[in-house]
């Protein structure tokens, strides 16, 4: 197995092409406005990207991605709003010092559940700790009792429907369908200004490569291939000794946790967090994401959330009525025509690019290319990290180029 | 049920039930397989063979009787846990992952790292490698190692399935037709295999294949409609009127 170096290779340049494109490209080419945009999208990527681990490689598709989203990003919101809440900053309601939508809804002293949320440590634990437990209780309740599939799907996609009412019901605690808004500063710093929105971009793009770095790591680990091998043949892994329903709790709570990541990110870039990103249409759209990107590839996942998210900005400035239809025909799209998104269409115009060159077919250290045309047994190995199909050297460059051409214009 | 006595055998069915919506697949079977023993079992289509295989490895559950390996009940353990009291399944039809390489359908049946972080910090070690270039060898595969799976010949896949098995060197390998769709020149390379791998551990195969069936078997078991027809050597039971005129005859 000497694919090792041909492995990081690859690995590196299409990291550096999205760095480029991420940190120096869109910085410099765009206004402060749109850069923000381009951060707002980001923070949806890392949904995307734990969709890829859980559904692409796994074959566990959650529909309700949203609610990790939700959870993440309120648990962020809630230490903001009771850092803007200061008694001064509230001393025309009738009980200072509390959120003001509580002091609205005739509560008169903070809820318990809040008060965690005055501690910066606690709530940075909160982050992640409260949308994994909920991931592992709900991978506990279904996948110990081999719920999975289409089932699967249509639960997780009830639990953000629950969540949702629970939210906008909940007006007292949690600001209902409005959310949690009027958020200014993180630890005394103006998070609304030019500078601060920049600054925390570029912390989305540090967080993001937290994310895509351990995401690789588990794809190319053999915990990866067992996900493939999971989702192919799930009584074969059980029979070789594995406890499959632990397996995809595991990958169930990973996808949940950096859900959650982009979550609060999404609160700090944007000054909000509302009921309408934790439902059934949010989720959804988060799956599409991630099926334009190509499944199985971790960087396809943020080139497919930032062409979706373009076209959605473009598109619904200037047709709102038009875009849920655009996204409608995009799924189908994707799914009869691309089945492995973009990181299929740029792999196999590297492919088209190379050919002539070099006979991949017969070269000593690569393995058999197998046939493209086939969509249900998408080639992996364990040198698959990013990309669909494995022959790729130097044609990396193209993987980024195709998504860059789509997003410079966002 | 519980109060049974302890055998010397290696597995031990006793009074083993099954139905599936009232109708009996396996009923009321007693079969007793010795420590280093070649069993094969034939019958029909529907006797209930693959359900005997299903029962014993925890993929169906029975409704009464007892499952007892090394005299301990397992009837009520998971699937993960039978294999690793070291019983290994092989499917009727070629059950491997076949958008895995030969080499890494074998590394994930390697017996270590079972665990998600075992998997997940899983190295790739000389020992491993040796144990499975080991394995590949005797399946046949050893030059085959870097090919997706789905590209091997149905036969190669049959030996794929049985090599990631031999992988966890379990002590009772159950094999379902493991020469189905074999050319007769792969069947006498698999009989040749399975002589080779019994030497330390049992072997219950099913296997239709009667000329097959003669190469390996050390003792014969008919099942017919859930129960046993007939059980001896090879020659008793193809002799046997019963085994002829529902098997054998047609
Ligand atoms: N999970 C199940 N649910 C319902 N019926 C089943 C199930 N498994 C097996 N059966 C039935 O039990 C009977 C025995 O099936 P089994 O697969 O054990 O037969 P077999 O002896 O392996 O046959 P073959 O030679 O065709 O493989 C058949 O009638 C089958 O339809
Ligand atoms: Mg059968």
Redo the contacts between chains.
């Keep these: 197995m000497n694919f090792a170096n041909t492995v990081s290779w690859r690995h590196m340049l299409s990291m550096a092409c999205l760095l480029l494109l991420l940190a120096i490209v869109l910085p410099i080419t765009l206004d402060a406005f749109r850069l923000n945009l381009v951060g707002k999208y980001l923070t949806y990527a890392f949904v995307a990207i734990g969709l890829v681990l859980c559904w692409g490689m796994g074959g566990i598709l959650s529909l309700g991605q949203g609610v990790f989203f939700g959870l993440g990003g309120y648990c962020m919101a809630m230490f903001l709003k009771l850092e803007s809440s200061t008694p001064e900053a509230t001393a025309i309601q009738s009980t200072p010092g509390i959120p003001d939508f509580m002091d609205w809804n005739q509560i008169t002293e903070l809820p318990a559940l809040w008060i965690p949320f005055q501690s910066l440590t606690l709530t940075l634990i909160a982050i992640i700790a409260v949308p994994v437990l909920f991931a592992f209780l709900i991978g506990v309740a279904m996948f110990k009792r081999r719920v999975s599939g289409v089932y699967f799907a249509i639960i997780t996609q009830a639990i953000a429907a629950i969540l949702t009412i629970l939210i906008v019901g909940q007006q007292g605690y949690t600001g209902g369908v409005n959310g949690i808004t009027d958020l200014r500063t993180f630890m005394g710093w103006d998070i609304r200004s030019d500078g601060a929105k920049t600054v925390l971009y570029f912390v989305t793009i540090a967080f993001l490569c937290l994310v895509v770095f351990m995401a690789q790591f588990i794809s190319r680990s053999k915990l990866g291939r067992l996900l493939v091998a999971v989702r192919d043949q799930e009584d074969r892994v059980r029979f070789s000794g594995y406890e499959v329903a632990n397996i995809k709790i595991f990958i169930f709570c990973v996808a949940a946790a950096f859900s959650a990541i982009g979550g609060a990110l999404f609160t700090l870039q944007v000054g909000f967090m509302s009921p309408t990103l934790v439902g059934i249409v949010p989720s959804i759209e988060m799956v599409i994401y991630c099926a334009v990107g190509g499944r199985l590839s971790i960087l396809g996942a943020i080139y497919g959330t930032l062409l979706v998210n373009w076209a959605k900005t473009s598109l619904s400035e200037s047709f709102p009525e038009l875009w849920l239809f655009g996204l409608g025909a995009l799924f189908i799209a994707v799914v009869m025509i691309f089945p492995k998104g973009l990181a299929g269409v740029a792999n196999s115009l590297a492919d088209r690019f190379r050919k002539p060159r070099l006979d991949v077919a017969s070269s000593p250290d690569m393995p058999t290319p197998v046939d493209d045309s086939n969509a249900s047994s998408t080639p992996l190995t364990s040198t698959t990290h990013q990309s669909a199909t494995r022959h790729s050297r130097p044609g990396s460059a193209v993987h980024g180029a195709a998504g860059a051409a789509g997003d410079i214009g966002a | 049920m519980s109060i049974r006595t302890n055998t010397d055998y290696m597995l031990a069915l006793t009074d083993l039930s099954v139905s599936f919506d009232g109708f009996k697949a396996v009923d009321d079977l007693n079969l007793f397989v010795d420590e280093n023993e070649i069993r094969v079992i034939i019958g029909p289509n529907g006797a209930g063979k693959t359900t005997v295989l299903d029962l014993i490895?925890g993929?169906t559950r029975s409704d009464s009787g007892s499952i007892k390996f090394w005299n301990e009940e397992i009837s009520h353990l998971?699937?993960?846990r039978i294999?690793?009291k070291g019983i290994?399944?092989k499917?009727q039809t070629p059950?491997?992952?076949?958008?895995?390489?030969v080499?890494?359908n074998l590394?994930?049946?390697y017996?270590r790292?079972?665990?998600?972080f075992g998997?997940?910090?899983?190295k790739?070690d000389s020992e491993v490698?040796d144990r499975l270039q080991e394995v590949a060898e005797s399946v046949f595969l050893e030059d085959h190692l870097?090919?997706?799976a789905?590209?091997l010949s149905h036969g190669q896949k049959q030996w794929l399935e049985i090599g990631?098995l031999l992988i966890?060197n379990p002590k009772l390998l159950m094999l379902d037709e493991p020469v189905a769709g074999m050319s007769i020149s792969e069947r006498e390379k698999t009989a040749e295999l399975l002589n080779r791998i019994t030497r330390e551990r049992s072997v219950l195969v099913v296997e239709h294949d009667m000329k097959f069936v003669e190469d390996i078997a050390h003792k014969v078991t008919v099942l017919h409609q859930g129960r046993i027809l007939a059980e001896g050597d090879m020659d008793t039971v193809q002799n046997n009127p019963d085994v002829i005129e529902v098997y054998l005859g047609h």
Excluded: T
Aim: proline share 5%.
């Design positions: 490895c993929k998971n699937e993960p294999v690793h290994g399944r499917f059950s491997i992952y076949e958008d895995l390489s080499f890494e590394e994930l049946s017996p790292g079972h665990d998600v998997a997940l910090f899983f790739r490698s870097d090919k997706q789905a590209l990631m966890q």
